[in-house]
DNA sequence: GTCTATATCAGGATAGAC
DNA sequence: GTCTATCCTGATATAGAC
């Protein structure tokens, strides 16, 4: 079956599709390579044909988001404006991963993931620097902690499933600003 | 061993206590008994012994949060200012339990824990719709949820973990209104 | 590429000795 | 109250047939 050549990575997707989903509805943690296999139809044996270990899995599934990041972090960099654009550019990275968002964010087995892999928690550290700015006061930390912790959260909502992303967009960045605009140093 | 009578509940303080500290570390779900046994230097059984299922040790580290939350609740229903009043009460509830939010806002593990215990879940239920109020807009409902966020989130931190817990106090309180405000129907 | 079967290990939980 | 020993279940992972 599958005639030859071509077998673009569509295993891999379909692995990557359903593991997604059920990581954001039960955790990384909570979910097994069983449940995987059956939201498939396929044996455990299937799934491990396409990913040596779960960490692969994990990996692909957030390895879209942090291609975003170093996008923006490196448009940022080019940036005059650094802290004005990154609001944005963070809220975008939110809505176009929103479910990742809300599946890994704050789960225990991608933050060991995280820790591990240090090109990884270095451009997360980066994006938090650039977010304060030099010597940033508490009030400051404060917000920005807030800000971060925000933009995953949304994503965690279920009773804002319903809003659509554009509005979503819309108050999360002027929300945002508000945010840190009111922890400022140079504030007008 | 161990004089007769006056057992207090010190074995159960001091499960709960190295439960706490491990969920703070690892996540629920990443805590296994045998690691709480360790942690204490003794067996898995001698925890048995003070906790029949791991879902008890859970409702006893949650549960002194718990009891606020019903403090706080009865406290804001009879304010003239619920929402206001509410705003410091919850920054309170996260200064006081600081650990314990970080531990288990997001767990799997504790969100099935609530879904299957009513009580919780509508205590949870209620505090939101107070924050909300009547009828919000989108983005009134998006400012409550970044600041529910926001509130768990600063207890993640480990960036914050120097700021002292009056200042920490200070500026989310003074941050959360203004996000609240910035969104309220009838601001000034 | 997918299957069945299995090895290996760790988790929650229990029984019973001390 | 704590221990050792054990049961049962489910998890990751592998081997080898089809």
Known sequence: MGRPGAPRGQGRDRVVAAALE???????SGTSL??????????????YYQFK??????QAVIAPAFEQIRHILAETEASPAPQETLVASLVD????????????????AVRRFLES???????????????????????????????????SG???DPNLADIDDAT??????????????ASAANQI
């Not at 990275?93 to 225990?108: F, G």
């Open 53 to 58: 270990t779960k960490d692969d899995i994990i």
């Open 93 to 108: 990275l939110v809505i176009a991963h929103r479910e990742v968002m809300a599946a890994l964010s704050y789960d225990p």
């Open 168 to 181: 979503l967009r819309r108050e999360l960045i002027d929300l945002g600003r508000t945010l840190l605009h």
């Open 154 to 156: 949304v994503g965690v």
């Open 117 to 151: 892999h240090e090109e990884a928690s270095a451009l997360i550290l980066k994006l938090g620097q650039t977010l304060l700015g030099p010597a940033p006061a508490a009030r400051r930390r404060v917000a920005t902690s807030m800000f971060g912790a925000a933009l």
């Open 22 to 28: 059920l990581f954001s509805e039960r955790g990384v």
């Open 34 to 47: 069983q449940m995987i296999a059956d939201s498939l139809g396929v044996g455990k044996a299937s799934v």
